[in-house]
């Protein structure tokens, strides 16, 4: 198994426009036919930072999921609306950071 671990900040004045987005930001991917089981929660020691979790079976549908449209909608809906904090892929092996260029 392979995650995608995104820890973000939501600008206070844009919090309920998020909480508004994050149904369709996180079933975005249903509609793509992505390859991936993804969640996004609240971080219980932050009230403006959540935390959005991807999971997927191969490398190749983690890669896939990273380039599709869906997913861009996603990553540029935490930027506008806030700020990302971390970025990860994690194995069970390994921890790498996750870049995208805009």
């Not at 020691?45 to 959540?50: A, E, F, K, P």
């Not at 983690?62 to 970025?87: N, V």
């Amino acid at each position: 198994m392979l995650y995608i671990k995104i820890s973000f900040e939501v600008r206070p004045d844009k919090k309920k426009e998020f909480e508004q987005a994050v149904p369709w930001l996180v079933h975005a991917d249903e509609a793509c036919k992505e390859d991936i089981k993804q969640k996004i929660l609240q971080d219980s020691s932050n009230l403006d930072g959540y935390v959005y979790m991807g999971e997927c079976e191969t490398r190749e549908n983690l890669e896939s999921h990273i380039r599709s449209q869906c997913f861009r909608a996603l990553w540029g809906g935490m930027k506008l609306l806030g700020r990302i904090t971390e970025a990860k892929i994690l194995t069970s092996d390994t921890v790498e950071d996750l870049e995208l260029v805009d």
